[in-house]
């Protein structure tokens, strides 16, 4: 059964730095959205994309965020600028609309 | 805005017993309510959508518009349900879900 894949799965950086984390979403599936849950607390939608362009974003989501999908298989999360409190386990999940979000095992995210 | 909440963040039963997992929304449209599970070690995965009103691994939940609920049941816990489970909401199909504190069930032999 096809898989969403994420890489890597832990990622330790230092604050201040750029952190990319990277998603393969289900290759027939056109929705992908990236949420996040900060250990202790709630899963939090960050962005869902679709057809090359943000389709929608949560007030988490600011400038120092950004999505592409940079070769029609893989969406990447870009954190321009990490602070310790992004540190969070990352998730990104894909659907064909009307169906199921697929989730991916999680990119767990720290920031030192 | 929505909003989810499930107020037990730890339930514990014996193998055999009935299980009720509690959610309760707040919306003021017609939502489409999930139930995800993630087994240890595991990736979220979907167990019930309210549309599809299937009874999967034995577990039902039916969405009750007039108290907002949409309660997760299991007539008799089964060792393996234990997992953490999440009550989400999503205003249409493929929008964004928004999420439960999620409730982490221990069926104990």
């Known amino acids: 059964e096809p898989e969403v894949t994420q890489t890597p799965s832990h990622q330790v950086t230092q604050m201040g730095q750029e952190v990319i984390l990277r998603c393969v979403p289900i290759?027939?599936?056109?929705?992908f959205y990236w949420y996040r849950q900060i250990l202790g607390q709630k899963v939090e939608f960050l962005v869902s994309f679709y057809n090359n362009e943000i389709s929608e974003k949560s007030e988490i989501f600011d400038d120092q965020f950004s999505v592409e999908r940079p070769d029609g298989s893989n969406f990447t999360l870009k954190i321009r600028s990490t602070k310790l409190e992004d540190s969070a386990m990352y998730f990104c999940?894909?659907?064909?609309?009307?169906?199921?979000?697929?989730f991916g095992p999680g990119t767990r995210l720290t920031v030192t | 805005a929505q909003r989810v909440t499930q107020p037990e963040k730890l339930l514990s039963v014996f193998k055999g017993a009935p299980v009720e997992l509690k959610c309760n929304y707040s919306?003021?449209?017609?939502?489409?309510l999930f139930w995800y599970v993630q087994y240890s070690r595991q990736r979220l995965q979907l167990l019930l959508r309210?549309?599809s009103r299937e009874s999967i691994k034995g577990f039902t939940a039916d969405l009750n518009k007039g108290e907002t609920s949409f309660h997760l049941k299991k007539p008799f816990a089964q060792e393996e349900d234990s997992a953490m489970y999440y009550c989400?909401?999503?205003?249409?199909?493929?929008?964004?879900?928004?999420f439960g504190e999620g409730t982490q069930l221990t069926v104990n032999p």
């Open positions: 290759s027939n599936h056109l929705y």
């Open positions: 919306y003021s449209g017609s939502p489409e």
């Open positions: 309210h549309i």
């Open positions: 989400a909401l999503a205003e249409t199909s493929g929008s964004r879900l928004t």
């Open positions: 999940a894909s659907s064909d609309r009307q169906d199921e979000q697929y």
